[in-house]
């Protein structure tokens, strides 16, 4: 029997975001020849992995150690300067110290971590439905904290973690994984120190299952040969814009003649 296709926050966020990208992505698998890293994913990525290392020792791990860590961990890809490279790596550095005091204050609140880096997934009929959660915490009563670490510089308000893609089905997936357990979400952004939270109730939490089902479908059975690229905000920043730029170039060729 065939293996069930899986979809993620990231596969459906980039459908999303354009059909075309997906194509090339997901089932032409052409990204490797485009997709450029970035500097906030390289930052991103060395954060994650520091928290990562900090909660797996027990969240034991001195300033020094802490800051060690990130040292080694640093992803130099992305960058397009010396300068740009500091200016990202003091922040990060900033971050990880200021992380280790809120991390402090809330292990006297008796916060237990019960995932790190976990990906789950649960099974929606066509399809997996897969997210790769950042941190699970169990508070005292019970309930689950799912969070995710932002480094961008902007903070995320409570409405924005209530409409975030990935935000939302990691709460449907320890739904499902969790019946009867209150479950919420948090964005814990790593500049600030500040956190935002959101809970998805019964009824929002029924509906987006609904939409993601028609969604999942609409994905996994739209015929990708038939499509072509239209110009949208995304394209100004899409890491496939050459070659779609190719495409309208011959187009307008086409056109003329
Ligand atoms: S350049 Fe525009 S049309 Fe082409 S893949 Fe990117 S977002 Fe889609």
Redesign the pocket.
Known sequence: MPRKPTLSPTRIATYL??A??YR?IYLDRIGRFYIRARPYYSLGSTLHQVLHVFHQEGGRQSAEQVVRSYEQSWISAGYESAAQEQEYRDAGKEMVISYLDAAKERAVLAIETLYLEKTMSVDMGEFLLSGRLDRVDRHPDGSLEVIDYKSGRWEPTPEEVASDLAMNIYQLILRRQFPQTRVFATIYHLRSGTRASAELSEEEAERFTRDLLELGAQILHRDYQQIE????A??DD?D??S??ERFWRQQEALDRF
Do not use: M, N
């Open positions: 975001e354009c075309v990208k090339y690229p239209v110009r949208t995304a394209c899409c496939f814009r070659r779609c």
